[in-house]
């Protein structure tokens, strides 16, 4: 049996795909005497509001079809947003967009590596980390999560280009 986040899921992968946008997760919720639909896209260079106005109203044309008015009856709440930094790195893209990114690698194996992916190339992650640069096999890799930086090493304020100082 299907379920409801899968019809829904089957039903945007096509259309959100015209709009350049990915769609990586579709949530359906009974909230009281209505549903709430979550529907995540991410695409390369992150989405904008301007993106996510765009996809509100393609799920919303959708989601008011004929053929999905069984799957979500009555009124929803449609709430659609990028993927938060916490979501693992699973499918190619995510490690693509990643490239720049600090994460934390938990491996097969036990051990954990954190360092700033350099290179995805096919099944080869290279990270670079305090005791220099690591090559990990995806296939080794049991979870691995984007860490937060509130001030990257790059951001010196020293190093800024439109320091005033600069004369530009």
Do not use: Y
Not at 113 to 140: F, K, P, W, Y
């Amino acid at each position: 049996m299907t379920s409801t986040a899968d019809r829904v899921r089957d039903a945007l992968t096509t259309p959100l795909a015209t709009l350049g946008v990915d769609l990586e997760d579709v949530e359906v919720e009974r909230a009281g005497r209505r549903h709430v639909v979550r529907v995540v896209v991410d695409r390369d260079n992150g989405v904008d509001l301007d993106a996510v106005a765009e996809v509100s109203r393609a799920v919303s044309e959708v989601l008011d079809s004929p053929e999905l008015t069984d799957v979500v009856p009555g009124p929803f709440v449609l709430e659609v947003t990028s993927p938060g930094v916490d979501r693992p790195l699973t499918e190619d893209r995510h490690w693509r967009r990643a490239v720049g990114r600090l994460v934390e690698v938990d491996l097969a194996d036990g051990t954990s590596t954190t360092g700033r992916i350099t290179q995805v190339d096919g099944d080869i992650v290279t990270l670079s980390t305090e005791r220099g640069d690591v090559a990990v096999h995806r296939g080794a890799v049991r979870r691995a999560v984007v860490q937060v930086e509130f001030t990257r090493v790059d951001d010196d304020p020293a190093t800024d280009e439109s320091d005033e100082t600069s004369g530009r």
